[in-house]
């Protein structure tokens, strides 16, 4: 996996997904079709000055069309800022299920 960039807000996630469309050498008309999504859309949340935002449906359409995953690192410096802030909360494992109330298979308890 090549490294694209990095993302700690919004606009840094637009960014690079305006630049890999770049890379790509391909218009938003192609992202909406190869993503699935209505005309126009990728035009209106990839814009320098976006109408409509990344939804839970455009936000994984986009990134598949563009060939992209998003992989969460830890950022020391950012927890070392906020460390004395954090507050510990009660181990009773509800935080672990998903909204469905389903455990996830893939977390380990």
Request: net charge positive.
């Amino acid at each position: 996996m090549r490294e694209l960039g990095t993302v700690r807000s919004y606009s840094e996630l637009i960014q690079i997904l305006r630049r890999r469309c770049d890379q790509l050498d391909v218009s938003f008309a192609t992202i909406d079709s190869v993503g699935g999504l209505c005309e126009n859309y990728s035009s209106k949340v990839l814009a320098r000055h976006p109408c409509r935002l990344l939804g839970r449906v455009s936000f994984s359409a986009v990134l598949g069309a563009l060939g992209v995953v998003l992989i969460a690192v830890e950022d020391p410096e950012q927890l070392a800022r906020v460390k004395s802030r954090l507050v510990k909360r009660k181990k009773n494992g509800r935080h672990l299920e998903p909204a469905g109330g389903e455990p996830a298979a893939d977390i380990v308890r």
